[in-house]
C-alpha cells in the first residue's frame, strides 16, 4: 500500500509547548496536590516514559483527566505567544504540497491547535485535527481514523514526541515516527522501538521520501 496520510502530535512534535507546559503543571501542583517539578527534575524526566512519570508523580488516576483539562485552559491563555519547533512549518508545507493527507492527534483541546495554527498560518495545511481527553487512548482515535478514512494501516503513518505515541501507534498496528526535540529523549523513545526516530523535522521528510521510493531508510 502507498502511504497517503501522515499524522502528528501537536505538543512537542509542531508546537513548542515545553517551557509553558511545565510551568502550568506547577502553578497547578498545589491544587491537585502533586510535588512541583524543579530544574533538577527536568533532564531526569526527559529519561522517563509517560506511565513513568505518572507513577513518579504520585496523582491519582482519577484527578488525570480534571488536571488535564485545566492544562488545556491555560494552554489557550498562552497560544499567541507559543511558537512552533523550527524547521517544522517548511517540513509541513512540503509534506502538503507532495500530496500527502496531514492530519493532528492530540490530547489537547481543538480551540487550543486551530488558534495555533491560524496564528502561523498553518490552518490550510491540515485536513483534520482529532482531539481526545484520554492520556493514553490515542490508539482508539487512530483506529477511528482509519475506519473513517477507510484506510489500511500500511496507508498512514504516526509522528509523536513521546513514549505513548509509540505505543498507541503500535496498538494500531501502524507505523511510527517518534522525534528527539519535543517532551522525551531519545535515549527513552529509541527503548520503545520506533520504525523511526527522527533528530530533526527535516529528517521527516527524508524518511517519507525513502518510504514512497520503498527503500529502508538509513535514520534510526
Known sequence: MVLKVIVFDFDGTIADT???????VNELSGEFGYRPVGL?????????????IVRESNISLIKIPFILKRVKTELNKRVKKLTP????QSCLIFLKEKGYHLG????NSKENVTAFLEKNKLAETFDFICSGTTLFGKHKIINQVLKKGKLQPSELI?????????????KS??????VGWGFNSPEVLARYQPDFLAKTPQDLIIIVQQLESNMQPVLS
Open 18 to 24: 515545553y517551557d509553558a507546559f511545565v510551568e502550568i
Open 40 to 52: 533538577n527534575d527536568l533532564e531526569r524526566l526527559k529519561n522517563l516514559s509517560s506511565r513513568e
Open 85 to 88: 519547533i523550527e524547521g517544522i
Open 104 to 107: 493532528i492527534i492530540t490530547s
Open 158 to 170: 504516526y509522528i509523536g514526541d513521546e513514549t505513548r505515541d509509540i505505543q498507541s501507534a503500535q
Open 173 to 178: 498496528k501502524i507505523q511510527v515516527i517518534a
